[in-house]
Nanobody, 124 residues
Framework: QVQLGESGGGLVQAGGSLRLSCAASGLTFSSYAMGWFRQAPGKEREFVARISWNGGNIYYGTSVKGRFTISRDNAKNTVYLQMNSLKPEDTAVYYC?????????????????WGQGTQVTVSS
């Protein structure tokens, strides 16, 4: 059974930082591209970042480019999202997802497995 578990969310002041982690089990982690998405109340799911199987191909959503960094450690079956210079508009539930294409895409429909999400709240 494939499981993805996010952690590291919480409440932070604007301008602060958080690091999210997503640990995967039940799949060959290095065979999957990994992505991060977020969803705020009343809004559609938004692409945040994705990383290819070996970390060699990385892509960010426009709203987070230059502030967020995605990385992965295949030995630990874990993908990370370092979030700096956080803004109130970054407030959302953040989800990690796995895509068996190994490169990954920017649409949620490209991903095969999803975590339960972790809440990030950024206050003014």
């Amino acid at each position: 059974q494939v499981q993805l578990g996010e952690s590291g969310g919480g409440l932070v002041q604007a301008g602060g930082s958080l690091r999210l982690s997503c640990a995967a089990s039940g799949l060959t982690f290095s065979s999957y591209a990994m992505g991060w998405f977020r969803q705020a109340p009343g809004k559609e799911r938004e692409f945040v970042a994705r990383i290819s199987w070996n970390g060699g191909n990385i892509y960010y959503g426009t709203s987070v480019k230059g502030r967020f960094t995605i990385s992965r450690d295949n030995a630990k079956n874990t993908v990370y999202l370092q979030m700096n210079s956080l803004k109130p508009e970054d407030t959302a539930v953040y989800y990690c997802a796995a895509d068996d294409s190994v490169i990954g895409g920017t649409k949620g429909s490209s991903y095969d497995y999803w975590g339960q999400g972790t809440q990030v709240t950024v206050s003014s």
